[in-house]
């Protein structure tokens, strides 16, 4: 069977194995993928921190997934179509932020599914709102701020949902 990664990208002030990604990895390899964390600690810029995914990636063979949280997500987002990647789950994805409305990626025709937090007050719900409408995404809006950490339970079930549903796609 060919290889099957989900790659997870965080957010500006966390890293690689916070709460979250560790507990999604798990669900993760209960899926069957192998899962890889990137570290953008010390890097600021989302342009860098692209840069970082793609060379990240590069030497990986298979059916990739990217997940992303908050800058994470803007990351995932900008990288997904030159990795052909299969499906993407963002949390409360750093879209459409002052500054950077335009920079916003387009992303590819593939699977994508938005968790975001209603009590946000780092990246505006309205802004995943507008994202999922415009591109088709799958939009989950729950009752959480935007490091969403009392929610990692029902994240986990989303994401499991995600990826089971995703199986047509790789």
Partial sequence: MAERYVVFSHGKE?????????????IARSEGFEPESVDYQGIEDPDDRVTRLLSFCKD???????VGSSMGGHVSTAAAALLQAR?????????????????????????ITIVHGW??????????????????????????????????????????YFLVTLEKFL
């Fill in 14 to 26: 966390s890293g690689p194995w916070g709460a979250k990604i560790s507990a999604m990895a798990e």
């Fill in 119 to 160: 009590k946000d007050d780092i990246v505006p719900v309205e802004n995943s709102v507008r994202f999922a409408k415009q591109y088709g995404a799958t939009l989950h809006i729950v009752d959480a701020d935007h490091r969403m950490q009392d929610n990692i339970a029902q994240i986990n079930y989303l994401f499991e």
């Fill in 60 to 66: 990986l063979r298979g059916s990739l997934v990217l």
């Fill in 87 to 111: 499906g993407m789950f963002l949390l409360a994805p750093a879209f459409y932020m002052p500054g950077h409305a335009g920079v916003t990626p387009k992303p590819p025709k593939i699977p």
